[in-house]
């Protein structure tokens, strides 16, 4: 069977802004023939932020812009002055939506406000002034700013409506939300009518409510009969259940055959969606006694005062829309009631740390890998063995500096002669003049560290 997704997607593209580069400068003032260096350093880059907000429902600001870019550090300037920080850039997402990387990592945005640095800006570099020390007393050379994070990124968000209209095949579900909204759902008089759910709207007291029309359930559905509960998965976010029972039936056993596929949906899938309010909702008076009308109720009555979770009972005729403002009201009510209970718990659930709070930085242990090649020098006529150098870590601390730049090769060489990447160059037997390739960029070795081909 076809699986109907009821899920607002987007996938975009995002990138964090890249950190300022740092300045080589040295201080030119009148009378001080030896300035000493004041380069400065460059701004961080902005990150970008996914927040929620409980003015959006829906991810259609992301259907047709799809790359997102943060604004980029400034570079450092002369007389210690620190490139300015770029801004951070925030999009905004409806409450409910979930994030997922390339990676599957998964978070959901749950209430209102809540934050998270999706993309890191790069950090900005640090200019020479940094770098003035005993043994480099005039740096001419500083820090690259790193670059920042690019994700792909993939949104979801299931449709949540407030009230879920449930019920048998031709209780009225799709007549009802007609009539209450500004839906226009396929109406005809036979089982499965609606193939796919119905959003609709109501306006209640000035208040948006949304309505979704649920496909039949029919007795078996959890054992995979019908189309009902195809879609319930996509539903359990409603905050209220709308029962709709055809009055004109069997109504009791109508009910129960309800009840007993979402006891069993919920035992499949680990929820229980019978602790949600409950509106029952006996459809069809126009053509039933009052007699018959007065008794259903009485039956419904005696049901809501032994289960807590049904909020009220009413009957209505969605043909002729009586009593129809009564429900209307009656949702109204119940909506209103679950939104002061969340209330309360808002000052807790707002003091709850940043998701970035949480994250813990991971530190890569990944070993240093070696794969040896071979690459044709065409100016010596020869093959010139190479090896191809992955680590992270390595790679990270290369990524800073301007290798081409002698003084600050020199720099890297102090610092990173003993890192674990030059030591297993050295253990694997790697010769002077021979290459090292990283990240496609080739190096010559020399002097037990790498330098630039284009030096040699």
Not at 15 to 43: I, L, M, Q, T, Y
Not at 139 to 152: C, D, L, M, T
Not at 355 to 361: A, F, G, L, P
């Amino acid at each position: 069977m076809k699986d109907f997704s009821f899920i607002d997607t987007a996938e975009i593209v995002v990138k964090a802004g890249d950190g300022g580069n740092g300045c080589v400068s040295f201080r030119k003032e009148k009378f001080v023939p030896k300035g000493g260096p004041d380069g400065g350093d460059g701004g961080n880059g902005g990150n970008i932020i996914i927040k929620a907000t409980k003015h959006l429902n829906t991810l259609i600001d992301y259907r047709y812009n799809k790359y997102f870019e943060a604004e980029n550090g400034e570079h450092g300037k002369g007389k210690n002055k620190h490139g300015k920080n770029g801004k951070d850039l925030i999009l905004l997402v409806p409450i409910g939506t979930t994030i997922i990387d390339e990676n599957n990592n998964q978070i959901e945005l749950e209430y209102d406000n809540q934050e998270v640095i999706i993309a890191k800006g790069g950090k900005g570099g640090r200019g020479n002034a940094k770098f003035s020390n005993s043994v480099y007393q005039t740096p001419k050379f500083a820090e690259k700013g790193q670059k920042g994070e690019i994700k792909k990124l993939k949104l979801e968000l299931k449709l949540i409506a407030d009230v879920g209209i449930i019920g048998l095949p031709n209780a009225g579900k799709s007549t009802l939300l007609s009539v209450i909204s500004n839906a226009k759902p396929k109406i005809a008089d036979y089982p499965f009518t609606t193939l796919v759910p119905n959003l609709g709207v109501a306006i209640v007291n000035k208040k948006s409510i949304v309505f979704v029309d649920l496909p039949g359930i029919i007795e078996g559905a959890s054992e995979g009969k019908g189309l009902g509960l195809v879609f319930l998965k996509h539903f359990e976010k409603s905050k209220i259940f709308l029962h709709l029972i055809d009055i004109s039936q069997d109504y009791k056993k109508n009910y129960k055959i309800i009840i007993q596929e979402l006891q069993e949906y919920s035992k499949l899938n680990n929820v229980n969606l019978l602790e949600k309010k409950q509106i029952i909702c006996l459809n069809k008076i126009d053509i039933a006694e009052k007699k018959e009308i007065d008794k259903a109720i009485r039956y419904f009555k005696k049901i809501q005062t032994n289960q807590q979770n049904i909020a009220s009972v009413l009957a209505i005729s969605a043909y002729t829309t009586q009593n129809v403002n009564s429900l209307l009201n009656e949702v109204y009510n119940t909506l209103k009631q679950i939104e002061e209970e969340n209330n309360k718990h808002e000052s807790v659930k707002q003091s709850y740390p940043k998701i970035e709070d949480h994250q813990t930085t991971v530190i890569n242990l990944e070993p240093t890998k070696i794969n040896i090649t071979t690459i044709y020098n065409k100016y010596l006529n020869q093959n010139i063995r190479t090896f191809e150098l992955k680590d992270p870590d390595f790679e990270e601390k290369l990524s800073r500096f301007d290798i081409n730049n002698p003084y600050a090769l020199k720099y890297l060489k102090n610092i990173l002669s003993t890192h674990r990447a030059i030591k297993s160059l050295i253990l694997r037997g790697i010769k002077e003049g021979e290459y090292v390739k990283i990240n496609n960029n080739l190096f010559v070795f020399s002097d037990n560290f790498i330098k630039p081909i284009e030096t040699e």
